[in-house]
């Protein structure tokens, strides 16, 4: 494979062209499944990791492949993304209107390593149980048919933004006890929060910094809250749950509280919309589910593989290490394809069918 496929894969507009960027990954797989993705401008260098198994060893040995946020996190910075950041890092409070700040030097769990991670995991923990969940699948039920009933009647509908982004984000507020009326703010903070490489979601630093704002503002207000009045929500949860006999820092509370939402919005959505272009272009499929909705289960696993709605993840390594055949440096940043390794050959006997 050239160079230049390679270099490709650290631009964002690639991936708009699904079917070429699983032939890159699938010659990647089968030619140099470690393969080295030189420095672009403005894009650091580093490992394109595209078999399954080697992604579940990488991603099972945090000792070894470290996804903490002072050094780099899980995500490899375009140079968009990262003038963001150092924006937002240089700005100070009032420039954010009060919290920027602290956005910006906490750290979410998912950029955590053990036993940091399992420390700040365990606080929300209890609200994930089989038996909470259990217990709000009529709620989720009653909103599906809330929300199929809305759009019945219309004979068309633009799918993601009138359901797959619907039904989580009524969930989501349902999770945190925050009113469904807010819902509209979170899905709008969220979208920001992960859209600095996205042109359609791109917005001028002015705009990121009043967002930053009153996303601080709004999670400090359900705080101050929980704190007077808990509940059995998560963000009473992570208020008056203590780590090592401490109250959760008022930084990683805040980068908690993103997590949460952008979690629960971008990758149901994913799923959700992913999967339903997956049926309509598979009918046979569909019919298989109408006929036998036993086999759902199982599908939602399939569409989960097939759509890949996390694309990646980062590593970086803490010392020299080998991966396959490749020594890896410390300090070498690794991306977790999990769009390749979702296509496997040696895992999947035909892993292109659905």
Known sequence: MNDQARLALSEPETFLDQEAVHQIFTELRRDDPVAWCPETDGGLGFWSITKYDDIQAISKNPKVFSSDRLLGGITLESAEMRRRRQNLENASKDEVSGGGSIITSGSSMIMMDPPTHTQHRRMVAPGFTPGRLNA???????????????????????????????????????????EQEDRKKLFEWSNIMIGGDDPDMRIGRDEVMAVFGELFQYSVALRTSRQENPGDDLISMLVNTEMNGEPMELADYVSAFILLVVAGNETTRNSISGGILALSQHPEERQKLID????????????????????????TALEDTKVGEKIIKKGDRLALWYMSGNRDEDKWDDPFSF
């Open 136 to 178: 709000l699948i009529p709620e989720i039920r009653t909103r599906c048919v809330e929300i199929l009933e809305n759009i019945a009647g219309r004979g068309e509908c633009e799918f993601v933004s009138a359901v797959a982004a619907e039904l989580p984000i009524q969930m989501l507020a349902e999770l945190l006890g925050v």
């Open 292 to 315: 036998d909705p036993s086999l759902i289960p199982d599908a939602i696993d399939e569409i989960i593989r097939w759509v890949a709605p996390v694309v990646y993840m980062r590593r």
